[in-house]
């Protein structure tokens, strides 16, 4: 069975950096593409990044576009999330996600519907 894992959240303040990885483990066949999305207290869960398959192609939300790197290394089974410049709103519960088929347009992408697995989530909590 496979398995999502979220590590690398913490306490910073805005201005600061930190860097989320997520472990795939469990049986696979092949490398899925994978998504990051956040939810922060008393509100819905919302798309952070995308990637393909092989890290080629990457898809950002506009909020965190410029300060945010999705990136994956596939012989490792782990996909990451460089975040720079953190804000306070960007204080959440982050998810990686495995979507379903690859995703392509600017509305399948940040559905969640097009996700069929993600981990137990690791907070992130930027203090101004």
């Known amino acids: 069975q496979v398995q999502l894992v979220e590590s690398g959240g913490g306490l910073v303040q805005a201005g600061e950096s930190l860097r989320l990885s997520c472990e795939v483990s469990g049986r696979t066949s092949g490398s899925y593409p994978m998504g990051w999305f956040r939810q922060a207290q008393g509100k819905e869960r919302e798309f952070v990044a995308y990637?393909?398959?092989?890290?080629?192609?990457?898809y950002y939300a506009d909020s965190v576009s410029g300060r945010f790197t999705i990136s994956r290394d596939n012989t490792k089974n782990l996909l990451y999330l460089q975040m720079n410049s953190l804000k306070p709103e960007d204080t959440g519960k982050y998810y990686c996600?495995?979507?379903?088929?690859?995703?392509?347009?600017?509305?399948?992408?940040?559905?969640?519907?097009?996700?069929?697995?993600w981990g137990r989530g690791t907070q992130v909590t930027v203090s101004s």
């Open positions: 996600e495995r979507a379903k088929s690859p995703l392509g347009t600017t509305e399948t992408i940040p559905d969640m519907a097009q996700y069929d697995l």
């Open positions: 990637t393909n398959r092989i890290g080629g192609w990457t």
